[in-house]
């Protein structure tokens, strides 16, 4: 059973435009949401992350919505650029430091 | 500070024969987690050790992997004997409990068995 579900599973975005994906749960224990990138044969880096009891998060052009009554989450990023190209994974932090990823989206940028 | 250390980086093997994945987590980490990501899925829990304890390790096929973390600091997964569909990367992860809101991961042992 996936825990969390991830969308879409790939994305290409012109350069200077928005990113958008989404993230949604039902195990309504989590307490912890981050976002991890990754480039080809690198391990995944945290990114940002929000707590349930805020609604955003913004980092730089990295923003993440969060909305607890829907269990949805989504990751923003603005003036996308080719160098974001990556595989990006939301995950959910359960009881006992337990996470539990995304299938990952592949974010392509085109100059 | 230095990262999650794992070694090797790569390895091919063929089915049915063993390998042995090394990893080091970041100093003070006394979480420690084995993740398997094949490829174009996410990370998924292995097995997850507090110190030298398993906390979880309800995803791990016990028929054929197991997981040690002796001394409470590095750790080392196995295979044996390994199967086809166990081609995949395998990452390590640590983080701080009580303060775990984030894990780190290495960069990953590539598995390839034909």
């Known amino acids: 059973q996936q825990q969390v579900k991830q969308s879409p599973q790939s994305l290409i975005v012109q350069k200077g435009g928005i990113s958008i994906i989404n993230c949604a749960y039902e195990n309504t224990a989590f307490d912890y949401f981050p976002w991890y990138q990754q480039f080809p044969g690198k391990g995944p880096a945290l990114l940002i992350a929000i707590r349930p009891d805020v609604s955003e998060k913004k980092e730089g052009r990295f923003t993440i919505s969060f909305n607890k009554s829907a269990k949805q989450f989504s990751l923003h990023i603005m003036d996308s650029q080719p160098g974001d190209s990556a595989t990006y994974f939301c995950?959910?932090?359960?009881?006992?430091?337990?996470?539990?990823f995304g299938t990952g989206t592949s974010l392509t940028v085109i100059p | 500070e230095a990262g999650v250390a794992q070694s090797p980086r790569y390895k091919i093997i063929e089915k049915r024969q063993s390998v042995a994945f090394w990893c080091n987590p970041i100093s003070g980490h006394a979480t420690l987690y084995w993740y398997q990501q094949i490829l174009g899925q996410g990370p998924k829990l292995l097995i997850q050790f507090q110190n030298n304890g398993v906390v979880d390790d309800s995803q791990l096929p016990k028929d054929r992997f197991s997981a040690e973390r002796l001394k409470g600091v590095d750790s080392t997964l196995k295979i044996q004997p390994a199967k086809l569909e166990d081609s995949a990367v395998y990452l390590c992860a640590s983080s701080v409990p009580g303060r775990g809101n984030t894990i780190y991961f290495g960069e990953g042992s590539w598995l390839t068995v034909v």
């Open positions: 995950a959910a932090r359960a009881q006992g430091n337990q996470f539990y």
